[in-house]
C-alpha cells in the first residue's frame, strides 16, 4: 500500500520542503559519485552514532541514506505531509520543528542503542526520524485530511483503477506510529536495520509541539470555518437557525476571528436582527484593525452599505486613511462622506474635513474640495489644519497622495492572485501531480529495482517514467482532478469566476446595476450552476432595473438549477407566485400564450 497524495490543496510552493528535498538529493548524489574510501569516511564520521565524537553528526546524519529506496521513501512522505503542514504553520517554524524532531529522534535512538547494545552501538542515518515528526504535526493540524493510497496488484504489478482508494490521515498516522513502536520493540531482542526508535522520537517531538501549540484548536477551526463558509458561498446557511449555531459555536473556538462576526453580521442582517448585526461588524472591524486593516476598513463600507448608516466617525476616518495609502481614494471617499453630511465638530471632525478636501484633490475633483475647504475654514475658523488645507487646494492631484512604488494589492478574495497566477506554482502543482501519480511510481520502482543504483541510470528511469506517464495519463492530466491538482485551464476559469463574481459585487455596492447584471450574466456564461450569482442577478433585474423579462427568466432558471430543500428555491417559487398573482389582478402585462 502506497501513499500517492492528500486531499489538501496549498496555495504556494512550499518553499522550506522544497529546500530540504533538494538539499537531501543533492547530499545522495555526492554520496554516490565519491569512491569508496570517502564514502567510508562520510558513514564513519557523518552518520549518528554514541560514540562518533563528531557533535555535528546529530544534524549531519538527517542528510544521509543508504540507497535509491530509502531516499526514495523519506522524500516521496516528505513531500506529501510538508506541504499542508509548512502552509498553515509558515516556513521557519517548519524548519525548526523539522531539526528539532530529527534532534529528538537521534536522541532517543541514541540512548537506546546505547543502553540496549552497550558493546558495539549501530548507527542511524537518514531523514525519518524529522518526517515523523512533520507526519505528527499533520495529525494535529491536518487531521481532517484524506491520503490517496494505492495497492499495487500482482503478477502486473500495476496500479489498477479499482486498487485506488482514499483513507482518513488520522487512524493511519496512528497506525504507521504503532507499527514503529512495536518495531522498536521487536528491535530490543533481534536486529531489524531500521531506526524505529528514531522515528518514535520524532513523532512524540511532533505530537508534543503540536499539544503545546494547540495546532488541534486551529485544525478544528479550519475544517468548522471550510464547511460553514462553503455552504453560506453556495447560498445556505443565512437563512437558517443552523447557520447562527455553527457560527456561534466558531466563535467559542475562537472569539476574536473577525471573520467570525463579520459572517454573523451578515446572518443578523439576513435575518433582520439589525442590533446584533451592528454589534458583530463592530468586533469584526476591532480584531481586523490588528490584523488586516484593509479587510477592516472594507468591512466600515460594507457596514454603511448593508445597514444604510456609517460606524462612528473615527472607524470612518480611519478606513478612509487606510484606503488612501493603498491607493483605493474612491473608497476612501465613500468612507468619509457619512462624516461630512454629519457636520459635527471635534478634532476628529477636523481631521476628516482635512481628509476629505486632500481625497478630493488627489480624485481631481477641485470645485468640491474648493467649496468643502470654504466650509471647513467657516465652521472651524481657529482650526490648526487651516495652513494645511489652504496648502492642499495650491497642489496639483498627483501631488496629494504620491504614487506608490508597487500598485495596490488586490482585495478580499483577490488576495492570493498572483501566486495562484504564478508560473512557479503551476509547474508545482503540475509536478506534483505526475510524481504522485500511481504509474510513475509503479514505473519508477519497478526500472530502478532492475537497472540498478547508478545515479546515471536513476537519472534515466526518472526522466522516462515521467514521458511514459505523461504519454498514458493525458486524459488525467487534464481532465481528471480526483487524484491530482486541478488543470490550468481549471485553475485559470476558476480564477475568471472569483474575479468576475467580485467585480459584480462590488458595482452591485456601487448602485451600478446595469454593470453588475452584464458582469452577473457574464459569470453564469462561464458557470451556469453558480446558484447565488443567478440568486443576485434575479434581483437585480426585479427590484433595480425594472426589468420584470429578465427576472422571470432568471427566477425560473433558479428553480432548475437549485435542490427544492435550498432556501433560493424558495423564494423563486414565492417570486413567481406572486408575479403571476399581480398580473392576474392586472398589476401588469398579461402573459401572451403562442398558438
Not at 488576495?415 to 509536478?431: K, P, T
Request: net charge neutral; glycine share 8%.
Amino acid at each position: 500500500m502506497l501513499p500517492v497524495g492528500t486531499n489538501l490543496e496549498v496555495s504556494k510552493p512550499p518553499q522550506a520542503t522544497l529546500l530540504l528535498i533538494a538539499l537531501n538529493i543533492a547530499v545522495f548524489v555526492m554520496e554516490v559519485m565519491s569512491p569508496p574510501e570517502s564514502l567510508e569516511w562520510i558513514f564513519e564520521h557523518l552518520s549518528y552514532n554514541p560514540r562518533n565524537l563528531n557533535p555535528f553528526s546529530i544534524l549531519t546524519s538527517l542528510f544521509l541514506h543508504g540507497g535509491f529506496f530509502h531516499l526514495f521513501g523519506n522524500m516521496l512522505y516528505l513531500w506529501l505531509f510538508g506541504g499542508p503542514v509548512e502552509e498553515r504553520i509558515g516556513s521557519k517554524l517548519f524548519l525548526y520543528y523539522y531539526f528539532g524532531a530529527g534532534l529528538c529522534s537521534t536522541a532517543l535512538y541514541g540512548l537506546l542503542e546505547a543502553i540496549i547494545h552497550t558493546e558495539k552501538p549501530i548507527g542511524a542515518i537518514g531523514a525519518s526520524g524529522a518526517i515523523s515528526g512533520i507526519m505528527a504535526l499533520f495529525l494535529y493540524r491536518c487531521y481532517y485530511g484524506k491520503i490517496k493510497m494505492s495497492l499495487p496488484i500482482l503478477p502486473t504489478f500495476i496500479f489498477a483503477p479499482w486498487a485506488r482508494f482514499s483513507v482518513p490521515a488520522a487512524p493511519l498516522l496512528i497506525y504507521w506510529f504503532l507499527r514503529d513502536f512495536i518495531g522498536g520493540v521487536r528491535g530490543m531482542q533481534e536486529s531489524t536495520g531500521v531506526a524505529y526508535w528514531g522515528h518514535v522520537g520524532g513523532f512524540l517531538f511532533g505530537l508534543a509541539v503540536g499539544r503545546i501549540k494547540r495546532y488541534g484548536h486551529e485544525g478544528q477551526l479550519e475544517q468548522a470555518k471550510n464547511k460553514l463558509f462553503a455552504k453560506i458561498e453556495q447560498g445556505f446557511g443565512w437563512k437558517t437557525n443552523n447557520a447562527e449555531k455553527e457560527l456561534l459555536k466558531l466563535l467559542e473556538l475562537s472569539p476574536r476571528d473577525p471573520e467570525i462576526h463579520h459572517q454573523l453580521a451578515h446572518f443578523y442582517v439576513e435575518n433582520e436582527q439589525p442590533r446584533k448585526a451592528e454589534e458583530h461588524y463592530q468586533h469584526a472591524v476591532n480584531q481586523y484593525a490588528l490584523s488586516d486593516p484593509v479587510a477592516g476598513a472594507y468591512t466600515v463600507l460594507d457596514h454603511t452599505d448593508i445597514l444604510k448608516k456609517p460606524m462612528a466617525s473615527n472607524h470612518q476616518l480611519r478606513a478612509a486613511e487606510v484606503l488612501a495609502e493603498k491607493g483605493y481614494l474612491d473608497d476612501a471617499y465613500k468612507a468619509l462622506q457619512p462624516i461630512m453630511e454629519k457636520g459635527e465638530r471635534g478634532v476628529i471632525a477636523e481631521r476628516a474635513g482635512l481628509f476629505f478636501i486632500k481625497v478630493c484633490r488627489g480624485l481631481d475633483k477641485a470645485e468640491e474640495a474648493a467649496h468643502t475647504a470654504a466650509a471647513f475654514l467657516s465652521q472651524h475658523p481657529g482650526s490648526r489644519y487651516a495652513g494645511e488645507v489652504n496648502r492642499v487646494l495650491t497642489l496639483s492631484p498627483d501631488a496629494v497622495f504620491p504614487p506608490r512604488k508597487e500598485p495596490p494589492a488586490p482585495r478580499g478574495p483577490q488576495r492570493g492572485e498572483e501566486n495562484r497566477d504564478s508560473a512557479l506554482l503551476h509547474v508545482f502543482h503540475a509536478m506534483n501531480r505526475m510524481i504522485t501519480d500511481p504509474l510513475f511510481l509503479c514505473l519508477w520502482i519497478f526500472m530502478m529495482s532492475w537497472v540498478g543504483g547508478s545515479i546515471r541510470r536513476a537519472t534515466f528511469t526518472f526522466f522516462f517514467s515521467l514521458l511514459v506517464t505523461a504519454f498514458f495519463r493525458v486524459d488525467w492530466f487534464y481532465h481528471w482532478n480526483q487524484w491530482g491538482r486541478k488543470s490550468e485551464e481549471e485553475a485559470r476559469k476558476e480564477f475568471d469566476i472569483t474575479m468576475t463574481f467580485d467585480k459584480a459585487v462590488m458595482a452591485e455596492k456601487g448602485e451600478n446595476f446595469s454593470n453588475a447584471a452584464l458582469l452577473y450574466e457574464k459569470l453564469l456564461a462561464l458557470d451556469p450552476a453558480n446558484i447565488q450569482a443567478r440568486f443576485n442577478l434575479a434581483r437585480i433585474y426585479l427590484n433595480k432595473m425594472e426589468d420584470k423579462e429578465n427576472g422571470i427568466r432568471q427566477l425560473k432558471k433558479l428553480k432548475e438549477t437549485a435542490l427544492p430543500e435550498h432556501p433560493y428555491y424558495a423564494f423563486a417559487d414565492g417570486e413567481l407566485k406572486n408575479i403571476t398573482a399581480r398580473f392576474r389582478k392586472g398589476d401588469g402585462p398579461r402573459p401572451i400564450r403562442k398558438a
